[in-house]
């Protein structure tokens, strides 16, 4: 069973701080992504990552993918309420379940005004 | 264009008791998913079709849960009889299908979910 460990679970800062979010895994991953899950709703994609080493940015989230495909990171900028919500790392397997994405437990985001 | 549509969005039910849930993907969408979301987790592939086709099912319980997606477009996921530890949040997805094999993955596209509760 490949396990995505997501850290911290929780995280409350105020607006206008900077934060970093970390998924980690033993696996190695043909691709990651970034999803983002408000409550009542279901997870929407932020941002896949692909190549080891691979740094995307969206506005004020910046996604790093470690070099040896197992590890990612999401670092946010001068963070605004906007920006609370479940932040889920998933990665996508590599062998004959092409397709099935193994999700973390998630970090829990809230921004204060 | 309409997302992906599940209803109903919320269910209480007795232990022991049916239930079912279903889904209207995004138009097109030929690939399906069925996830179940327990408190505090992330979500958890149960099935997955490519048209009507249920291509990766082995962390669907099948003593209880069965699922079908008969004319390849909308989907229903049935557990009888539910017992307490199904109460979740269940998800469906679906993605285009297209990428023919490729490590890429697709993006999904998630409905809100249904939430059940087992009394």
């Known amino acids: 069973t490949q396990l995505l460990e997501q850290s911290p679970q929780f995280l409350s800062i105020q607006e206008g701080e900077n934060l970093t979010v970390y998924c980690n895994s033993s696996?190695?991953?043909?691709?990651l992504q970034w999803y983002r899950q408000e409550p009542g709703e279901g997870p929407v994609l932020l941002v896949t990552?692909?190549?080891?080493?691979e740094v995307k940015k969206l506005k004020r989230l910046t996604f790093q993918f470690g070099d040896a495909r197992k590890d990612s990171s999401l670092h946010i900028t001068a963070a605004q309420p906007g920006d609370t919500g479940l932040y889920l790392c998933?990665?996508?397997?590599?062998?004959?379940?092409?397709?099935?994405?193994?999700f973390g437990r998630g970090t829990q985001l809230t921004v204060w005004p | 264009e309409a997302g992906v549509v599940q209803s109903p969005r919320y269910k209480i039910i007795e232990k022991k008791q049916p239930v079912a849930f279903w889904c209207n993907p995004i138009?097109?969408?030929?690939?399906l998913y069925w996830y179940r979301q327990n408190l505090g987790q992330g979500p958890e592939l149960l099935i997955r079709?490519?048209?009507?086709?249920?291509?990766?099912d082995s962390q669907l319980p099948k003593d209880r849960f069965s699922a079908e997606r008969l004319k390849g477009v909308d989907s229903t996921l049935k557990i009888q009889p539910a017992e307490l530890g199904d109460s979740a949040v269940y998800l469906c997805?679906?993605?285009?299908?297209?990428?023919?094999?490729?490590?890429?993955?697709?993006?999904?596209?998630f409905g809100p979910g249904t939430r059940l509760l087992v009394l």
């Open positions: 997805a679906s993605s285009p299908g297209t990428s023919g094999g490729s490590y890429i993955q697709e993006t999904q596209y």
């Open positions: 990552v692909v190549t080891g080493g």
């Open positions: 696996s190695v991953f043909s691709s």
């Open positions: 079709y490519e048209n009507e086709e249920a291509v990766d």
């Open positions: 138009s097109g969408h030929n690939t």
């Open positions: 998933a990665g996508a397997d590599r062998g004959s379940t092409l397709g099935r994405l193994y």
